[in-house]
């Protein structure tokens, strides 16, 4: 069925700087989402993306739907960028998101 | 950004009793759906819902469940009856448009749980 496997499980960056989260798909999406979690539980929307790539200040995100992955990079991190960071696929129905297990990410001094 | 809000944000029920969670979508948005996360688990779909019908549902949208938006208010979930296993958060969501085309965007959640 389609799945979403997302990783690293949960990531530590020292302040400054930057890594990226990866999902891959195991069916062909229509588009992805990339969002966190605040600390009230509320989904915040980053990215929407249906192909190529997408930049908000220090967020990237890329969405390959033929190689079936999207990947979400951070660089100069900062501490409040902390929190759990989730992409969800749009399946071929167009119907409903699959979402990734979450990432965890932690900034520190 | 637009928002999408719930209520109410926690509701404690006996097991057997009926629920309905609350979702006030983003105004102009058509599709709209409903999604249970469990505690320490994935986020899962349940039901997607344009034009006054379910267009698809998941495994867990059991026959306990029904949604409806009378007359354009409130997009409502209701359980009848609750089972334990129904405890867990709701997210709400509301887009533009349909088939993938467009940002899904989320209600913070009701908290549901079933005694």
């Known amino acids: 069925g389609d799945q979403v496997e997302q990783s690293p499980s949960a990531l530590s960056l020292h302040e400054g700087t930057g890594s990226a989260l990866r999902c891959n798909f195991t069916?062909?999406?229509?588009?992805v989402q990339w969002f966190r979690k605040n600390s009230r539980g509320s989904l915040i929307n980053l990215f929407y993306?249906?192909?190529g790539t997408k930049e908000n200040g220090r967020l990237k995100s890329a969405f390959d739907s033929k190689e079936r992955y999207s990947t979400l990079h951070i660089r100069d991190a900062q501490l409040e960028d902390s929190g759990t960071y989730f992409c969800?696929?749009?399946?071929?129905?167009?119907?409903?998101?699959?979402f990734g297990q979450g990432t965890i990410l932690k900034v520190y001094l | 950004g637009p928002k999408v809000l719930q209520i109410p944000s926690h509701q404690i029920i006996d097991m057997g009793q009926m629920v309905t969670l609350n979702c006030d979508p983003v105004?102009?948005?058509?599709?709209f759906y409903w999604y249970k996360q469990i505690l320490g688990q994935q986020m899962e779909f349940l039901v997607n819902?344009?034009?006054?019908?379910?267009?698809?549902k998941s495994k867990l949208f059991k026959d306990q469940f029904s949604v409806e938006r009378p007359d354009g208010s409130y997009f409502t979930l209701k359980i009848q009856p609750t089972a334990l296993e129904d405890s867990a958060v709701y997210f709400c969501?509301?887009?533009?448009?349909?088939?993938?085309?467009?940002?899904?965007?989320f209600g913070p959640g009701t908290r549901l749980l079933v005694l």
């Open positions: 969501a509301s887009s533009q448009m349909g088939q993938g085309a467009d940002t899904q965007y």
């Open positions: 069916t062909t999406m229509r588009a």
């Open positions: 993306l249906a192909s």
């Open positions: 969800a696929a749009t399946t071929s129905s167009g119907q409903k998101l699959v």
């Open positions: 105004s102009n948005h058509l599709y």
């Open positions: 819902f344009y034009n006054g019908k379910v267009m698809e």
